[in-house]
């Protein structure tokens, strides 16, 4: 049975995507290109459908590019938009690996909405009890992708506000039906961040032998405060590493919701 998580999942995909992005694609791959050697291995994490990158010319800058993502048909569709072939001998060797970066599988997701529907029927008033303790016991069992091996380059683009942002969306739905106290669960997925933020950063850092290249939401567009994800990445950032090279852009992320990022795109170097 589908569950609002499933509703909520399919809501994700911006149908629109490619096109609108075609600047905020052009100037992150341009990013990219200046503050990378030529030939050199990446691993892009999240890669998604690709939107954010200009796949051909990324193909004929690096030797080797693994894209991560939890949804590879998302990725192989990605490629087709872009017209690249896996095969092409004349571009970088392209692997696509699954991997769930935040480590929290589908079926919890769903079991956490059965579990809150059930206790909203019986009005019984457990609902939220319910949900916060789901999210604790999800947070402490999750099993992040574990990077395997070092490559010259990570990037990770508009990556850290999506990791952990669904037990928020789906609360969002059930506080209509029921006395959701949506700020305590808002309170626990971002002190959960911190942590997501911090774990992800060191694991680039320790599997990167050059650089990262990150790109993090300063802030949407007409809204007040930082996006949650993006803020804990970019506190990390500012403490523990050294940004060598840094621009904004603007992200047109879904302009028909309002939905306007000012992004920070920055290079982390890690040579000496």
Known sequence: METIYDRLLGLQKLDNAYEEWASYRESLSSFIMKNTEKGGTVLILGAGGLNDFDMPLLAKHFSKITLLDLNIAGITEGLIRQGVNL???????????????????RDIYRMLCRKAEIEIRSQDGNAQQIFLETMKA???????????EKYDYIICCGVHSQLNNMFCQIAEVYQRYAQFDLEKIFRLASSENRRIAMSLNRQMASHAKQGIIL??????????????????????IDENYSIESEMSLIWPFDGTHGKVYRMKLCLISLTE
């Open 87 to 105: 095969f092409d001998m004349d571009q970088a060797d392209i692997e696509l690996v699954e991997g769930d970066l935040l480590g929290i599988t």
């Open 138 to 148: 999800a947070y402490a069992a999750r099993t992040p992708y574990e990077i395997n």
């Open 215 to 236: 790109a993090l939401e300063k802030q949407r567009i007409g809204v007040e405060g930082g996006v949650e994800g993006a803020y804990q990445a970019l506190v990390d």
